[in-house]
């Protein structure tokens, strides 16, 4: 555990970058092998849109990495956070504890948000238009949106009192498992039903990809599956039964236009049918 430490400590910008670079290639090898849906599209026309909002997203949280180290350096300096306030524990004790606390601050949580506040659906709704949803779709976020997830992981990071080496490890398994369980991969049943108590898989998550409520109310965990089965937001839906997108932006030129989804933020608000905003 004490070299996983270090290596988090000190893990270089490239290796951050082959995180993400080498959990795209294999979630894209694996799904020309076993997809769940096999869809009729051009792959990397679809790949390149949500490319170009992965490195927005890249761009942003680089932008804003120094507030995030201020933070961290903060909260374990002035010994603020919940991490800071237990008693002496096992260092893998310390490390799921804060994991678990950034998971539901800076992914649940905001999520969770994002449905339920009208100015921040618009925003996260781009994430929703993608109606060929695949590992690709992970990192479909437009740059407004980034800004206030990375606003969310700040505050995470202040509740836990998370040291840095712990941000590191938090933001390397978010990549990863937001890759996986966006993919589309076919789990069989017996190992989703096994891994869906404790991790997040795409057998649970495309079912937030519905294309209706209340499943896009649903199933918004990120990393640990815990927080949707505490707060009952946790649903299943047969995958014969899905279709991908968003009810209110179901045509081409809507969810597959760069250009077109830049802008919609700033369009008239159109509600999914039975929306409740706050």
């Not at 993608?130 to 990375?150: I, K, L, M, Y």
């Amino acid at each position: 555990m004490e070299a996983i430490v270090r290596y988090f400590e000190t893990i270089p910008s490239s290796h951050r970058s082959a995180i993400l670079v080498s959990g795209i290639t294999l979630f894209w090898l694996l799904e020309s092998g076993v997809p769940l849906f096999r869809f009729r599209y051009n792959k990397w026309r679809h790949a390149g849109i949500n490319i170009f909002f992965t490195i927005t997203t890249i761009i942003i949280n680089f932008a804003l990495a120094f507030i995030l180290l201020n933070a961290s350096d903060w909260a374990v300096a002035h010994r603020f956070g919940l991490l800071q306030w237990l008693p002496s524990l096992p260092l893998w004790a310390f490390a799921v504890i804060g994991l678990l606390v950034l998971d539901l601050i800076g992914a649940w949580f905001i999520h969770w948000t994002e449905h339920k506040v009208r100015w921040m659906w618009r925003f996260h709704l781009i994430h929703h238009t993608d109606t060929q949803v695949d590992t690709t779709t992970a990192n479909r976020h437009h740059p407004g949106e980034s800004v206030f997830r990375f606003v969310f992981t700040t505050m995470a990071v202040f509740v836990a009192g998370a040291p840095m080496w712990l941000v590191m490890m938090y933001q390397a398994l978010s990549v990863a498992l937001s890759q996986f369980n966006h993919a589309n991969i076919h789990l069989p049943r017996w190992a989703d039903n096994i891994l869906s108590w404790v991790i997040v898989t795409p057998n649970m998550h495309h079912v937030h990809h519905h294309y209706v409520l209340p499943y896009t109310d649903s199933n918004y965990g990120n990393i640990f599956s815990i927080w949707d089965r505490i707060f009952g937001t946790f649903t299943k839906l047969e995958p014969s039964q899905l279709t991908y997108g968003i009810d209110t932006h179901m045509k081409p030129e809507e969810n597959d236009e760069l250009g077109s989804l830049l802008k919609i933020p700033f369009e008239e608000y159109r509600p999914p049918v039975g929306a409740k905003f706050d």
